[in-house]
């Protein structure tokens, strides 16, 4: 499975940005797509998750009510829409995929099985 990033970009405070993430390759109804972000200086944290059947989502303290993740199965593409953001939300996103929904909710960071590249998403106030 391979994943690709992309719409980063820079935006200003209060603006928004769209995130997609396409798979191809082997890809199955039974994954979890997860969005990750990691600012300068920080850990890679978990914003947002779904199973690809659309059953569960996820999303950090954070970015609720700003945030929302959802996919495009016929395009085996997940977007991250991104409103209201703060400089805080300055970071390198990445998508990642599990295959399986496993016994955690939402998985973490480990579990996940492959990874796109980052895109690059900078907020200025």
């Known amino acids: 499975v391979q994943l690709q990033a992309s719409g980063g970009g820079s935006v200003q405070a209060e603006g928004s940005l769209r995130l997609s993430c396409a798979a191809s390759?082997?890809?199955?109804?039974?994954?979890?797509m997860g969005w990750f972000r990691q600012a300068p200086g920080k850990e890679r944290e978990l914003v947002a998750a779904?199973?690809?059947?659309?059953?569960?989502?996820y999303y950090a303290n954070s970015v609720k009510g700003r945030f929302t993740i959802s996919r495009d199965q016929s395009k085996n593409t997940v977007y991250l829409q991104m409103s209201s953001l703060t400089p805080e939300d300055t970071a390198v996103y990445y998508c990642?995929?599990?295959?399986?929904?496993?016994?955690?909710?939402?998985?973490?960071?480990?579990?996940?099985?492959?990874w796109g590249q980052g895109t690059l998403v900078t907020v200025s106030s």
């Open positions: 779904v199973r690809w059947s659309g059953s569960m989502t």
């Open positions: 990642a995929a599990r295959a399986g929904y496993g016994s955690t909710w939402p998985p973490r960071e480990e579990q996940y099985d492959y």
């Open positions: 390759g082997r890809f199955f109804s039974t994954y979890v």
